[in-house]
DNA sequence: TATGAATGAGTATTCATTCAT
DNA sequence: CATGAATGAATACTCATTCAT
């Protein structure tokens, strides 16, 4: 039953397939996210995408084919948002710390594509956890390449207590969850989720309660949210 | 198509309530686990509890409700777990380190418990997701206060550069993305795990790349693995 | 929307599952046989059986199972019939005559059983074809072996002009082609059917020409029709 | 997905009207020969045609006239090849061997011709078999009178034994099915097919039995297989 | 207590058919 | 003339849930 009153974007007005796969995964985004694979129909998506279910199977295939295609474009967008936001010529903390605020802006401003990624990608079984899974690892050699190899310059791989590995995912786990943590606080903007991750994966809390603590320098950054 | 020759466990013999339950509950647990909220079947769960349907139903409710009391249950496990492992009479470094090890000792003993929790109890809308947002929250306190409060006494939270629930959302986060990670290695003892955390953590990359190696300290622990 | 004044055959009662699978195969043949396999659809079978689709799935399977199940079944109803009608003690042409009878009583009586067999069986691709052959295989030996073998011991076969399985697909055929006929002639009885079939087969257009006539001799037949 | 590349016949080429018809009628026999009424597509037709779908609509209306007229051409076609083959001033018997010959060798050349005729036009309900029966009674009148009306002339018709109408249907299921046999036999000739049936219903097995043996007159036949 | 029997309600998917260009 | 774009309508199948026994 689509609503006569709201009309969804330009129904039915023929229109090349490239600007309709588009509504489509727009509109397959919202859905996945806001009810998660299983409970999301294709009659919502349909629906909200303002095109009818047939159109969906032509240009997208199947439920699950859809749902594998909205990951992908989400995923590329994040990491895309990333790199955009990394200067490879800067200290590698800076580096860490441009990448992580790349990261928060991006969570912020695309709360579903994130939702998508980060919740929901996991509830269905196999392919798409591989597909994220892949993400993720691509996500942690980007932005923890460098903190590690920093250190590794320095022997800290070396040591027996050390695993990069398991590291970076103590690492990536941590920026998420203070981005799922950060979707209910909207008013700490991204420079300050960024400086506080910081203040605990490079200071630690051991020089944190000794006063030590992590800061941007100024010239480094354009505009500190 | 259960044959009639091989019996689930105890099919049909009157038992008392409180056995049923468990039964149920188990086979709940396991089958969640496997499948998720939204694919598992009450079918499964009643052949594998080797009880009947509508028995489920009279004893723990409707799906959902299965599923909550799964999850309500488990998450008091593992906070038990973790609270039996912390010894508050030691330093706050200690007790974290110690509570790390139960954490992750609970995960590579309980895995379904943990993915349960950690996994599958997301993918269910809003009700769910409070309880383990709550759990998750009590986690933070439980495990984090000290460490916070230590901090506190120092006028750590006194700088605007610092959250206390942010901070704690992060380090629960690591810890987890850990877990996960930990799930895949299970030749890493808890005892490293933990200790890797606690790097991470307490001394942070900086002090790590200057040289510092943060310890467990000998005597203040039983058996490390 | 099941009509509430006509109640179809208990409806709703708690029935034994064997007697609830007999009734859905009677339904289904009913149905199959009147549309055909693609366009019969489950919603009509489970309403003609009175019975909801879910109890069809339950106990026998998918529609394409559910066909069949219905084809097994008819087929080994009219091979019985078949093969109760001959008397192995008669000569070949009587023992011919009394098969070619049972076959048209059967024809006559279960017009559905026949339409199913013989029209619908061919429309679904591959496997049941392959039933219906083997089925129509074990027709054709199980009637026409008498009359074959009968002419094989005086050399029929050895004649270069002669095939004893293409004779038998033609024979058939000319079976089944005039039951069809009969079908919208019902005033014509079985046994006329038949010897109309044992003047063409048997005498062959020369011999009628002749003015030779084939007749069941008297005795050998219960009840002429 | 249709390549680029790689183009139909003359797609998109304006071409009159009649030769998209016969291109589109074509692709239609061949598409129903070989799933069915039910299982084809018109997108596979269309693709097969190399012409789009609203042509076909266009050019030959819907689904169903499609299929009616694809019947109607093959079915014209059929009784034309018989036609073609019998020669009026021979004897009946040879006329009706030729005509079974002309049969058998269309069978064998237009196997998709035969298939749609004989086994798909029986799927669709009502309609078609319609058509079809009337295409089978014309061809029962044309192959089949000869040969009784050469027995009317002796009386054949006059006993109470006997039905002309009945006799032919037998008679053409027996060809029918004959031709399905030789389908999967490509090594019988159709002078051969046409002679086993000559055997059958000329002489019957009586006479076979007895050692005669029915043969086409040399002299008669052009080009024995 | 315990369950086999039963179903309402919902979902993904397909296909013949038709506009707008 | 010719078609890519678009859809209404139908259908097989599943699953949580509940009686009647």
Redesign the pocket.
């Known amino acids: 039953m689509p609503d006569e009153e709201q009309r969804p974007p330009e ?7 490239a600007v ?1 796969e588009r509504q489509i995964l727009d509109a397959a985004v919202q859905v996945f996210s806001r009810h998660g694979y299983h409970s ?4 919502e998506i349909s629906e909200v995408a ?6 969906i ?2 240009y997208l295939g ?3 084919d859809l749902f594998g295609k909205s990951i992908q474009r989400e995923a590329t967008r994040l990491l895309e948002a990333i790199q955009a936001g990394v200067q490879p010529d800067l200290p590698p903390d800076m580096q860490l710390w441009h990448g992580l605020r790349s990261f928060y802006r991006f969570v912020a401003e695309y709360r579903e594509s994130w939702t998508v990624l980060h919740r929901q990608a996991l509830t269905v079984g196999g392919a798409f956890a591989a597909e994220i899974t892949a993400m993720r690892t691509r996500a942690i050699e980007l932005v923890a390449a460098l903190v590690v190899s920093a250190g590794t310059r320095k022997g800290l791989a070396q040591q027996a207590e050390f695993s990069g590995a398991g590291l970076s995912a103590a690492l990536v786990g941590a920026a998420e969850s203070l981005a799922d943590w950060a979707l209910d606080h909207p008013e700490i903007s991204d420079g300050v989720l960024a400086s506080w991750l910081m203040n605990l994966v490079w200071l630690g809390f051991n020089d944190l309660v000794e006063g030590e603590v992590w800061k941007p320098r100024p010239g480094e950054t354009a505009s500190e949210g």
């Open positions: 129904r039915a007005r023929r229109l090349p397939r309709r999301a129909s294709m009659d303002g095109v009818s279910k047939p159109m199977y032509t199947s439920k699950e």
